[in-house]
């Protein structure tokens, strides 16, 4: 599958089938992750794998509130991202110019993750809207760590959506804002 | 090219050739970022390309400080990603959440960003230390908002290196962190 394709057609997938996932394409969605640039290539991540069905269905839980998320159950796998601590390096720079580098290293991983999850004919949903205090005891993760997002990844036959974005040209300018 | 193949080639390069870039492609590039998933679909960003060469020299100068990215002016393009402000429904659900989903989705957009320059053949680098407050001068973008990132864009004819990250042992776990 060619980049331009898995960009077009990854979607946040909402509903998955009720078929387990391999282990090795798990491995290798985080593998895409892995090799993510980060500042200072600090690599401040942690991503726990829970295929566990007990302990997935726990988590999905935690996802479902306000009416929001309530299909996460029916996915086989949910991956949890954990903030690390940056490096010397990164932590100073943060400092010096004021920018957390560690969330956009952590958007840029995820999102190799779930192309790398296109790729290989799997659906994700990147969720920021979760009990993060449940998840954390659930998964033990210290209380002090910030866990920043989970995905969801399953097989689907969710038909395609057509995407609604914002025209380019309201997004994108040319040599001045 | 396959997504396993873009991101396992993408590095930061950090030399670029004498070459223009077609300004298709890096039309291309920003409509990969555009398609990017965001928190409750806030696409909260905006791209300015810069090709002018005057300009984009001096926005080279403010990426060039402690001897880092002095290779910028080689670079025949640089995009700016300045955060939006988010909808309604990211801003609160921000608020509730105690996160800032805003990086985390420039962090996602910048990395379709990157990838599908790869697919294009043109080298980029992600830099997040710059002289935020000069740019956004140069480039007319008002002071209140918030100029995350610039990447460079190019062709390059650099060797690919090994790239140096932690073992997947050491940033994966599985049912347990």
Request: charged share 25%.
């Amino acid at each position: 599958m060619t980049v331009t394709e898995a960009i077009q057609n990854r979607q946040s997938e909402r509903a998955y089938l009720d078929k387990p996932v391999e282990k090795e394409k798990i491995q290798q969605c985080i593998e895409a992750a892995r090799l993510a640039p980060s500042a200072c290539n600090a690599q401040g991540w942690t991503f726990v794998i829970v295929d566990d069905k007990d302990l997935k269905n726990e988590i999905a839980k935690c996802a479902n509130s306000l009416g929001m998320n309530k299909f996460v159950e029916q996915a086989p796998v949910i991956v949890a991202i954990i903030v690390e601590k940056p490096n010397f390096t990164s932590w100073i720079g943060s400092l010096i110019k004021r920018k957390d580098y560690s969330l956009m290293d952590i958007g840029i991983a995820t999102e190799n993750l779930c192309l790398q999850a296109q790729e290989l004919g799997l659906g994700t949903c990147i969720m920021g809207w979760f009990n993060e205090k449940k998840v954390k005891k659930l998964l033990h993760i210290p209380p002090y760590k910030h866990l920043a997002l989970i995905v969801s990844i399953g097989y689907t036959d969710n038909e395609q959506r057509k995407k609604i974005r914002k025209p380019l040209s309201e997004i994108m300018r040319i040599n001045r804002y």
